[in-house]
């Protein structure tokens, strides 16, 4: 018998839910952290500024009614220390702790045929089998790490943003450069601004920035909760895991120019992620995309006062959407502040660091910190980090050419092995939350079934994740990601092989998809 019917990696949002799903199901499971507490990216990710995109009241957990009712989220995005005190709570309130080790990393696995058990392997060279492996690494945990030259000959600060000292960092006064305007670099710049003598900012792409129309949700939120249930449906039935109230019909089929406009300044101003599904072909039709980006730079320029910086503050080299939108609180704003400056590295490259700062172009920059929101290594990061091995192949190799998965919940020929949200799934398409409370459903039941069924060993069958394969490959191939040098095509990483990572079919379509393959007896899973 192995030592515990389950070993999850990872206690975020995933991996928690996770623990207490198998808990309530009578399963013996356990969680492996590499890190000293719950709360996955919302523990890491400390930097100033830092908070969700998507709605807390959609960005929460739906599977227990009374923590529901009971947390009051206090804005309607919330801010990382209020997401993680979320986290912690959960982590109480359900007794998680108990069987959650923290500082401890899973460094390898192995896979054995007889016993139809994984061997865990932890860095400290602890092992443990265990019947089924569930990877809740994140999509969003494994760091890029850049290869600046003369990084360590710098002689002043320098910080990670999914790092940022748990003690904070006290920047008042201190030239300080920013390198990256992705969502990380974005809330950082904002948030540090109005304290820094000096900013400068290092950008290669802009991104397309909506507003987040912030505020306080105290007063709204106890009639929101009079219909959360209904409010939870419908995100678990939308495109992205989050209602965005009526979702228009394809581009052009009803509205005449002077709709068009209206709905795009309509989403604009009610603020949010919601931009991107004003038309349902926003990613699909060319025309319908151009219309919303050229809306969206409108917008941009009449926030910035230069023209040079507006212009080079306004993305036009990737369709709206293809790339992760931000979401800003006053981020283009703080370019109107004297004391700002933009460069643009495909100008003025990041030639080395020095021992006082920055050799951009020809011209030597001194800092006295650098805050470094360079990204990650998305979707196969944290778990190309892990040795999986089963026989003579790992999954790492498998992967090389990109990820295989069925349904991006297991990899064939790695048995008892599934992965919440992992790549070929909504995952980053959507309201992570959603997707996650869906896989780790989806998992549990599945593992039941195994166990009412006499049955120990589950894999995807290879016909049916060439089919997936094909399937995610396609749908992506008809959208507009592809034309974008992003993450979610693994665009950012050195050396990765590009590929569309998250499925672009929408958690809706999805959700029929997976329900219709549980139903049918798992069909396309090996099961014995
Ligand atoms: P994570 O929260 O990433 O947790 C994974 C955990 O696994 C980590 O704690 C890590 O330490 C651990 N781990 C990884 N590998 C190992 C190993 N080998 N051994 C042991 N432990 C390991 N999504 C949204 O939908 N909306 C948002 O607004 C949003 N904002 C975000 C903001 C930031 C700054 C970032 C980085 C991501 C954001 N995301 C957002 C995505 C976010 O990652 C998910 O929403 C969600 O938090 C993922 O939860 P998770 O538990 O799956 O993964």
Redesign the pocket.
Known sequence: MPDRDAII????????YQLHKLRELGFDAHV????PEV???????RYPG?????ESIG?SYSFDSDLQQSWNWTER?SAQPELLAYLKHVADRFDLRRDISFN????SMVFDDVSNEWTVT?DSGEQITARFVIA???????PLIPTFEGLEDFAGDVYW??DWPEEGVDLSGKRVAVIGTG??GL?TITAIAPDVGELTVFQRTPCYAVPAQNRSIVEELAELKTHYDEFREESRNSVG?FPCDDELPPFFEDLDDAGIRGELERRWDDGGLCYQQSFRDLLQSKEANDRAAEYARGRIKLKVHNPAVAEMLTPRSYPIAAKRMCVDTGYYEVYNQPNVTLIDVNDHPIRRMTEHGILSGDDELEFDVIILATG?DAMTG?LD??DIRHGEQTLRDKWADGPRTYLGLMSAGFPNLFT??GPQSPS?L????TS?EYHVEWISAAMAHLRDHGCTRIDAEVAAEDNWVNTTNDAADMTLLPEAASWYMGANVPGKRRAVLPFVGGVDVYKQIGDGIAISNYHGFDIS
């Open positions: 990696i990872g206690a975020g949002f995933s991996g928690l492996i952290e590499a890190g709360g996955g990216t919302w523990y890491w990710n830092a908070r969700c995109d998507i960005y995005y401890t990393r899973v460094a932890t809740a690494t994140g999509c969003l945990s494994k943003t999914w969502s990380s809330q895991g990650f944290a980090a892990i919440v949200t980053v959507s309201n992570m939350l996650i």
